[in-house]
């Protein structure tokens, strides 16, 4: 049915509705069609549907109601069809897509003469091009921009930044051809005085290899943050003096007393891994002290964002708003993340290590220790520092984005699927709006990075682990979403952001101190949608452009005055004031205090 359908699109498609459409570089219109959206908020809407190998773009016709669609294809989760050709009742027959971005839509068709089948197939075959044997559009974008990107982080000078290597950790590169393990990225951090064939030991009793391997140092008082997965123990309560001495390495580096173990797992889902061959660290480590933190797992956390998606679309549950938001536990799963992050980082902060694991050391333990490290290090609350914190954190070590968004893939069910980058973003959104003025980026960069988790267009969040990304060759293939983002700096900005080096954050991790992120989880409401800039942060960036005005004429009054006195050099008379001398910023320095 492809084949009869390719010949005509061209003829197909009547411009005029669609014309101001402007396809990204590489993207190409596939079919288009006239078709009713059943909007939630407005009713059904007449329009025009257009298919791209990368979006799905629908505008209406009726003067009276102007309604636009822009979804990538990389945000539908599902595309099923509803009705029958036998169906009763108006707009019964058509499709019903489900998306990962919190919305739902659904289209109505004609009944007459299969009208629905060409675009259930192309938009299933698009959709989900890995289950096609189709490339993901990424690797057909054609976008170019000035900056790439990739060179955003640069594990070894990251290292140096944060004072490595010293006499207690040297960087490794023991993982150059990933035989250590598959998932870790080929630059790691460990004891200086651990051998490399200690490290093989240690990598046979930690889950997929991964072994403990440093994060971040404290720079005055030498603590880290390691990260790694559960040890091997199983039924038996298996030992491993390797593993044991390893961690007392750790725990010796700064000579802290006790090394804290932090298990992000509820207690008894750690005692039930044993079954599976996993466990936790028992009395046999010495000098170490084991804190189970309570969150719960990645299934745990996809139905409680469903239930979300319940409450807050298509229509916000008005009547009983607050105990609806808290029978989804999604606030109080955010809770659990930030209060275990804190506890992580005020522990380093106090001068001991810490090591932190969750059963792979891929989701719960990414969380952690990336929010840790953004309370405890202002580099990371940078918008460049925040780029690098993903890609450290979460891209090389592993977070199995392809398994937990499924990417191009059809098997919605899969129960690999989980929103915990989502949630992760969300943590960060909290202590923005607890700290407004401690972060560089504004909410617009959170936004952008969701968006563009799920739409393919970039390569940054591709595939599982650094091994794959090589093999699928992403860096040279496909743009990074970090091209477009420092291409258009201003955008992610935060007006109200002061630099303070050695601050550490300290959110308030207690229900009522976090809210529902409204901008992000109900934005498709457009009751919702005409609230979203807020004006205070509106009149402070009309008062920052007012102040950058006044500056610029400054300048040029004392660029002219100068030349003027450069004139009257011969006269007699003394230049009385140094004005022509100092620039506008030394003179004003209080117009750049922030309000």
Request: aromatic share 10%.
């Amino acid at each position: 049915s492809f084949r009869t359908i390719i010949p005509t699109r061209k003829e197909s498609l009547k411009m005029e509705l669609l014309s101001d459409v402007s396809l990204l570089p590489g993207e190409e219109r596939i079919t288009d069609k006239d078709i009713i959206y059943i909007c939630p908020f407005s009713g059904a809407v007449k329009g025009k549907v257009l298919i791209t190998n990368f979006r799905l773009y629908f505008k209406s016709s009726d003067a009276d109601v102007t309604v636009t669609l822009d979804v990538p294809l990389g945000a539908i989760s599902r595309v099923e069809k509803m009705g029958g050709a036998s169906s009763r009742g108006e707009n019964s027959y058509g499709l019903d897509i489900t998306c990962k971005d919190m919305r739902n839509l659904r289209f109505a068709l004609k009944q007459e003469g299969h009208s629905r089948r060409d675009i259930f197939e192309v938009l299933f075959r698009y959709a989900f091009p890995l289950s096609h044997g189709l490339p993901l559009f990424a690797y057909l974008s054609q976008e170019k921009y000035a900056e790439t990107g990739w060179t955003i982080y640069k594990p070894v000078e990251e290292f140096r930044r944060q004072g490595l290597p010293n006499n207690k950790w040297r960087i490794s590169f023991i993982n150059k051809s990933y035989d250590l393990c598959d998932t870790y990225p080929t630059v790691l951090a460990v004891p200086y005085k651990s051998k490399e064939e200690d490290l093989r030991k240690v990598a046979a009793f930690r889950s997929r290899g991964r072994i403990p391997v440093l994060s971040w140092i404290h720079r005055e008082n030498q603590a880290v943050i390691a990260r790694c997965s559960q040890p091997l123990v199983g039924m038996s309560g298996k030992r491993n003096k390797d593993d044991e001495r390893y961690l007392e390495l750790i725990r010796e580096a700064n000579d802290t007393t006790k090394l804290t173990i932090y298990d992000a797992r509820p207690n008894v889902n750690a005692v039930a891994n044993k079954a599976t061959g996993g466990g936790y660290e028992g009395d046999e480590y010495q000098n170490a002290e084991l804190i189970f933190l309570d969150i719960q797992n990645i299934h745990v956390m996809r139905e409680s964002q469903k239930k979300l998606k319940d409450i807050v679309y298509p229509n916000v549950e008005e009547s009983h708003w607050l105990s609806s938001l808290e029978s989804t536990h999604w606030l109080e799963h955010v809770k659990l993340v930030l209060s275990g992050a804190i506890q992580v980082a005020d522990k380093v902060s106090s001068g001991n290590s810490v090591v932190v694991h969750c059963s792979d050391g891929w989701d719960r333990t990414a969380q952690l220790t990336s929010l840790a490290m953004l309370m405890l290090d202002s580099h990371y609350r940078t918008l460049r520092g925040f780029q690098v914190l993903i890609e450290k954190e979460w891209i090389s070590f592993g977070h199995k984005f392809a398994s937990r968004i499924g990417h191009g893939d059809k098997n919605h069910a899969d129960q690999d699927r989980s929103p915990i980058f989502v949630q992760f973003i969300d943590c960060v959104w909290q202590m923005t709006k607890q700290f407004p003025t401690a972060f560089e980026f504004n909410e617009h960069l959170l936004l952008t990075i969701l968006d563009h988790l799920y739409s393919c267009r970039f390569g940054t969040f591709l595939y599982n682990c650094e091994s794959v990304r090589d093999q699928h060759e992403v860096r040279s293939k496909t743009v990074s979403l970090w091209s477009l983002v420092n291409s258009k700096v201003d955008m992610y900005l935060n007006p109200f952001y002061t630099p303070e080096s050695g601050r550490v954050l300290y959110p308030v991790a207690s229900m009522r101190h976090l809210e529902l992120w409204v901008a992000y989880y109900i934005r498709w409401n457009p009751r919702i949608r005409q609230q979203q800039q807020s004006p205070v942060e509106q009149r402070y960036k009309e008062l920052l452009a007012l102040r950058d005005e006044y500056l610029k004429k400054l300048e040029q009054l004392q660029l002219s005055d100068s030349s003027t006195s450069s004139h009257l050099a011969n006269s007699p008379t003394p230049n009385t004031t140094s004005s022509s001398t100092s620039t506008p910023s030394q003179q004003y320095t209080h117009l750049q205090t922030p309000l």
